[in-house]
């Protein structure tokens, strides 16, 4: 009995035994399964529950002109989250958060119970919250609200440059202008955050999972200052005339480099559009709103005649009484036309009449080739998105009025950007150069886009001498004329087409295209005012003036040396005291609403009534001016000039320049202190000592300051400096 004992006994403890191996086998089999076959699947399944993956956004790149003002920038601010799951009560989460991010309560309580019932530890709340709600949702010190360090754009300059910057969307992604084209560029690339959580979904420690990577830098050829000018006068010209719109461009001849674009009306990037604002305030109007040149484009006419045909500025010209009929339409010319003329005169005086017969001398086909040379209907090739082409029709869909039209300027239309093109072939001594709006991007220089030639160095001679007799003698007489230097260009008014009544209106494009000093060319303007009306909105009485307060004030900045003394200057004041420019011809009357014929025949056979007579009688010599004792000195990098008069001043040819005259700005002045890094306290001391009105974000230590340190102090200017604790 005592044996059959101690073997049941020893059988339980097999069984046992038995029993806790295969349990001890089967946990190693799960921990195998756990620990190696599914490790992958259950660690992502921890990994899901512990960890949360944050984006960072990256900051975009700064802008600046071509002097290092800021002219876009990334400002840091607070971004809100917070973790539902840590959330007591949410109806007074939800209300308290509402009152102070200015939030719509019942959403963010629907937001909060989705996320809670869902178990999500992890909830953005609102993006770039002001200074001002950051401070008081510090205060209350909150363990379930989390604050995280993004970016905001903002433009310093408010509406300067407006229309090259653009803005961007509330994602921080480009909405127009450079922030648009460029915004690959200018983005960057968005980091990662990790945050790792406890069961009870509160935050253990984070780390940077995937580094941000900040936007590209990139300088403009804008000169802030110029820019500003360029703006001021132009609202002011708009004002004056009562002009729907306008444009300024300046443009440095010899690269192409943009030294202000301007547009009116504008807006503060800013601010987000609204109803009451201008429906034209957001578009860059010297980029993407082609209209019709008028008389500035005379000078491709002139051009091509000078080099395609056997005429010079000293070829009469019979103009007749003033009067041209052609199959639908009638030209006039003012005050009953001017008779014979030379083609300087045709030009000077802006005669429409001249133009015609000039260009039937041109013909078609080397007008089509001419106008092509010098750009029009193709994109100049600037960085901003949409930039138009403007029109110029191929020569199978030219009418039979058509070699007229455009020999004047109409059935053509272009860019102020293109006609600033266009005009620094004439500055640079012929080459079409490509305008350029970055200067660098980062510390690489942008490289200049090879230029060629489309103009005969005698011709660009010829041309010179013309535009400046536009200034001199012709229709912007009095009106373009420089306190101190000598400038040459083109006025322009051409009627505006009514595409729905097929009519010519009596509101005008006026415009002036020019270029000073004449000797050695520093600086292409084009001004266009959009709506002008009667006597006054003609381009020498409209545009001109805005031309003559850009042109001398940019170069008085740009230290550009007067290459007309003062004496001669004040007898050129005395002397032109009570002399008013000449009237520009631009009356057009339609007399079949714009119809077009498909054959040139008859206006060929009409012209033939009013021929070109070349090499006639030289014209009678406008009475000498008395001669500059200097002359400009040459421009750095440049080739030194032979000896040679100014141009209009003797009378003998315009010296060509060989090389670019780059433009430079020397900076003076008091600087702007860095603040960086400084208690509040410590900067409100300096500023004052120094004299520096603050604007003032947040509180703690100074982290960002616009201007940036080390830039020029203007008088008045207020310092913007961000707090961070």
């Not at 953005?124 to 909150?142: C, M, Q, S, T, Y």
């Not at 303007?525 to 850009?550: E, H, Q, R, Y």
């Not at 001391?685 to 604007?695: F, H």
């Amino acid at each position: 009995m005592e044996y059959r004992g101690r073997a049941t006994a020893a059988n339980r403890l097999i069984w046992v035994a038995a029993a806790f191996a295969v349990w001890a086998v089967a946990i190693f089999a799960r921990l195998i399964t756990l620990q190696v076959i599914q490790h992958e699947k259950y660690s992502a399944i921890a990994r899901s529950q512990q960890e949360h993956k944050i984006a960072v956004a990256a900051p975009r790149g700064t802008i600046f002109d071509r002097n290092g003002q800021a002219l876009a920038i990334s400002v840091p601010v607070d971004s809100v989250s917070v973790n539902p799951m840590r959330i007591a009560s949410a109806p007074m989460a939800a209300s308290m958060l509402a009152g102070i991010l200015h939030l719509d309560q019942a959403v963010l309580l629907q937001r909060l119970q989705w996320y809670r019932d869902n178990r999500k530890g992890f909830m953005w709340v609102k993006h770039r919250i002001d200074p001002f709600e950051a401070a008081r949702l510090k205060a209350l010190n909150l363990d379930w609200v989390s604050m995280h360090a993004e970016s905001v754009r903002h433009y310093p300059k408010g509406e300067t440059a407006a229309h090259l910057m653009g803005a961007v969307f509330s994602d921080e992604s480009g909405a127009a202008g450079i922030e648009r084209s460029l915004d690959k560029v200018l983005a960057g690339r968005d980091g990662e955050e990790l945050l790792l959580t406890d069961v009870k979904h509160r935050g253990i420690e984070s780390h940077m999972d995937t580094p941000v990577q900040e936007g590209q830098q990139l300088t403009l050829t804008i000169d802030e200052r110029i820019q500003y000018i360029a703006e001021r006068e132009l609202k002011a010209g708009v004002a004056r005339k009562h002009a729907r719109s306008g444009t300024v461009i300046v443009m440095n001849p010899y690269n192409g480099e943009i030294l202000a674009l301007a547009n009116y009306p504008t807006y503060d990037p800013n601010k987000a559009p609204t109803k009451a604002e201008d429906p034209l305030a957001r578009v860059n109007l010297g980029a993407l709103a082609p209209f019709e040149p008028g008389s500035i484009f005379k000078m491709v006419t002139i051009s091509a005649a000078l080099e395609t045909t056997e005429m010079t500025p000293e070829t009469l010209v019979a103009t007749g009484n003033g009067v041209l009929k052609l199959p639908g339409r009638i030209v006039h010319e003012s005050h009953g036309g001017y008779g014979t003329i030379t083609m300087q005169q045709v030009f000077e005086k802006s005669s429409n009449i001249g133009a015609i017969l000039i260009g039937t001398r041109v013909g078609r086909e080397h007008m089509y080739e001419y106008a092509r040379k010098f750009g029009f209907g193709q994109v100049s090739g600037l960085p901003i998105a949409a930039e138009s082409a403007g029109r110029l029709r191929p020569l199978n869909r030219w009418g039979t009025t058509s070699l007229a039209s455009i020999s004047m300027g109409h059935e053509v239309s272009t860019t102020s950007v293109q006609i600033a093109r266009a005009g620094s072939v004439f500055a640079n001594g012929g080459m079409l150069v490509t305008p350029k709006l970055i200067l660098r991007r980062g510390d690489k220089v942008e490289p200049d886009q090879p230029a060629h030639r489309i103009l005969q160095p005698d011709t660009v001679m010829k041309m010179r001498l013309m535009m400046e007799g536009v200034v001199l003698r012709g229709t912007a007489r009095g009106q373009a004329r420089l306190d101190g230097y000598t400038s040459a260009g083109k006025t322009g008014t051409a009627q505006i087409f009514d595409a729905v009544n097929h009519r010519y209106t009596h509101q005008y494009n006026a415009s002036f295209m020019g270029f000073t000093p004449v000797v050695n060319p520093r600086l292409v303007i084009v001004v266009t005012l959009n709506g002008t009306a009667g006597d006054s909105g003609m381009g020498a009485s409209a545009a001109a003036p805005v031309f003559k307060v850009i042109a001398t004030e940019a170069l008085r900045m740009m230290d550009v040396p007067p290459d007309i003394p003062e004496d001669v200057m004040e007898a050129e004041r005395k002397h032109n005291k009570n002399v008013k420019p000449l009237p520009e011809t631009v009356a057009i009357a339609d007399l079949d609403g714009g119809t077009i014929l498909e054959d040139d025949a008859d206006l060929r056979e009409q012209l033939r009534q009013a021929p070109v007579k070349p090499d006639a009688e030289p014209p009678i010599p406008a009475a000498p001016i008395p001669a500059a004792k200097d002359t400009p000195s040459p421009a750095e990098n440049q080739a030194a000039p032979t000896p040679a008069t100014v141009s209009g001043l003797l009378g003998t040819p315009a010296l060509i320049p060989s090389g670019p005259a780059p433009v430079e700005v020397a900076r003076t002045g008091p600087q702007v202190p860095d603040f960086r890094g400084k208690s509040l306290r410590e900067v409100v001391e300096e500023a004052s000592a120094e004299g520096i009105e603050l604007l003032l974000e947040g509180s703690g230590v100074a982290r960002a300051q616009l201007p940036p340190p080390g830039a020029p102090l203007h008088r008045g200017e207020t310092v913007r400096v961000v707090l961070t604790r």
